[in-house]
């Protein structure tokens, strides 16, 4: 076709006319345009394209009569047309009843005898029908992304002759890794990243899965560059793809319902301990009671001031044991129903459960209560932050140290609150421990923690719309932890 463009301008029409003729009978629209694009010929495909007739569409402007929408402007499709290359794109043109349709256009040049560019020979097929069903796929693909994503799922694919893996979408953020830095199709890489322990979770699967066409599954932990791990559940299948084995699957983030089925079983020991603990502590009471009465006797039969004075002392540690067992029992028993009350009394009878070990330490206790605190609230969820803090703060000062405890009012937006604080003078949080103290489970005390403290404190402070603030310094000459408690006033009890 392009000889026929290279005579003269009058022939190359008559050519481009000729080979249109041709074409007539094509579904595809055919059309003539010169430079100034006015349209010099129209083949019936156009006709039942565009719903204009040969002699309603010639000689008029193309651009204008099918309001042309382009994806890039039309000086640029000329100037490309300049040099000697083919333009095609996308183009949205409109009908005659007004409907707007999507062509495949492909445009060719065509030039005089001069080699100078005059016009355009384009052939326009509609592809209104499967661009729309293009931008449905890509819509419904978007869609499932943002569920899987919501979801914290992905599916993969592994190829077991080239040992590649692919997979729907990023997931460096939940490998803990920056957007893009783990590799889509690297299996040895998310590999290494598995769990020590683990991995041989992950290889008995793929290998099962070659076996048979059955799913399998497999949970397994991965490690994030700070330590930590999350637990991922992936299930696969062995289909064959052009001839080749391939596993396709689907991996799940599952570490909150990890950390909720842990919790559970968490909170069931400790419920255990607590049933327990009341139980010890209740029987204690009889032998106790026992104990003190002999102790009163033997006061009463002393004649002797340097027994006696033993004696008293020996009262007087019976006395604190029955003390610890009854604060033991309303840990236990309390449920936690608001009442009026005050903190300082929760404080210091908090404070006095762990008397015993602060004196064995060598820790020294400070106090400064400027308010009672009076408050409407449950006093056996009161305790136990406190109690977490006090010994948390204890456990931190191994070789003595301070621990101040204070109390005083405040405002909270505006609103009457009390303002508490828990500090100590021990070594200070490690920035890398800092990150995660409120995480649940997590703990540096090895099997003696639970590492629910801190997060069962947070979640309480939270349920009472307060705030919690922890500040720590591990400085040599500036060391130590301070929580500090905001907690507005609640019910009738008004400072």
């Known amino acids: 076709m392009s000889s026929a463009w290279n005579s003269s301008r009058r022939w190359s029409q008559d050519e481009a006319i000729e080979y249109a003729n041709l074409l007539d009978l094509a579904n595809d629209a055919i059309l003539v345009i010169d430079l100034q694009g006015v349209i010099e010929f129209w083949n019936r495909g156009a006709e039942r394209l565009y719903g204009y007739s040969s002699s309603e569409a010639l000689d ?11 994806p890039v402007p039309l000086a640029e499709i000329v100037g490309w047309l300049r040099r000697s290359r083919e333009w095609s794109g996308e183009l949205i043109h409109t009908t005659k009843s007004g409907e707007r349709v999507v062509v ?4 060719s040049p065509r030039y005089n005898m001069q080699g100078e560019l005059i016009g355009t020979f384009e052939i326009n097929r509609d592809i209104t029908e499967q661009r729309a069903a293009r931008e449905a796929l890509a819509a419904a693909e978007q869609r499932l992304q943002l569920a899987l994503t919501a979801a914290k799922t992905w599916w993969w694919e592994y190829d077991f002759e080239t040992r590649r893996l692919s997979r729907s979408r990023d997931v460096s953020e939940v490998y803990g890794l920056k957007p893009g830095s783990l590799r889509s ?8 990243l598995v769990h020590a322990e683990d991995r041989h979770k992950l290889d008995e699967m793929l290998a099962a899965t070659a076996q048979t066409a059955v799913e399998r599954e497999a949970e397994f932990r991965i490690i994030l560059p700070d330590g930590s791990y999350r637990w991922v559940l992936s ?38 301990l607590g049933r327990l603990a009341a139980t010890v ?61 005050k903190m300082r009394e929760l404080l210091e009878s908090v404070a006095a459960i762990f008397a015993g070990r602060f004196r064995s330490r060598g820790i020294k206790l400070q106090t400064r209560f ?30 003595g140290g301070t621990l101040r405890i204070h109390l005083h009012k405040c405002r909270a937006e505006s609103r009457p609150a009390y303002r508490i604080t828990i500090s100590d003078t021990g070594p200070g949080i490690p920035p890398q421990v800092l990150a995660h103290v409120f995480e649940p489970f997590f703990t540096t005390k090895g099997d003696t923690g639970t ?17 919690m603030q922890l500040r720590t310094r591990s400085k040599p000459k500036y060391q130590g932890t301070t929580f500090s408690i905001l907690l507005p006033v609640r019910g009738a009890a008004v400072p």
Not at 282 to 304: G, T
Not at 309 to 337: C, D, H, K, W
Not at 373 to 392: D, H, K, S, T, V
């Open 281 to 341: 502590a209740h029987e204690i009471n009889n032998p106790l009671e026992a104990i003190n009465n002999v102790l009163h006797l033997l006061k009463a039969k002393s004649q002797d001031a340097d027994s006696t004075a033993l004696l008293e002392v020996g009262q007087q540690e019976v006395r604190r044991i029955a003390e610890i067992a009854s604060a033991t029992l309303r840990f236990a028993r309390e449920a936690p129903q608001p009442a009026n009350l």
């Open 451 to 467: 590492g629910l403290g801190l997060y069962v404190v947070r979640e309480l402070i939270a349920s009472y719309e307060g705030r």
């Open 185 to 192: 199709d690297d299996f040895a890489q998310a590999r290494a």
């Open 370 to 399: 400027t308010t009672d605190g009076e408050m409407y609230a449950a006093p056996g969820e009161l305790r136990q932050i406190f109690a977490n803090l006090i010994g948390n703060a204890m456990d931190a000062m191994e070789r």
């Open 104 to 107: 495949s256009s492909r445009w």
């Open 60 to 70: 008029q402007n193309a651009h204008t009569l099918l309001k042309t929408e382009f």
């Open 235 to 272: 299930r696969g299948r062995l289909i064959m793809q052009a001839g080749r084995p391939v596993v396709v699957g689907v991996a799940v983030d599952v570490t909150e319902r990890k950390r909720s089925e842990e919790m559970r079983r968490r909170t069931e020991q400790l419920a255990t």
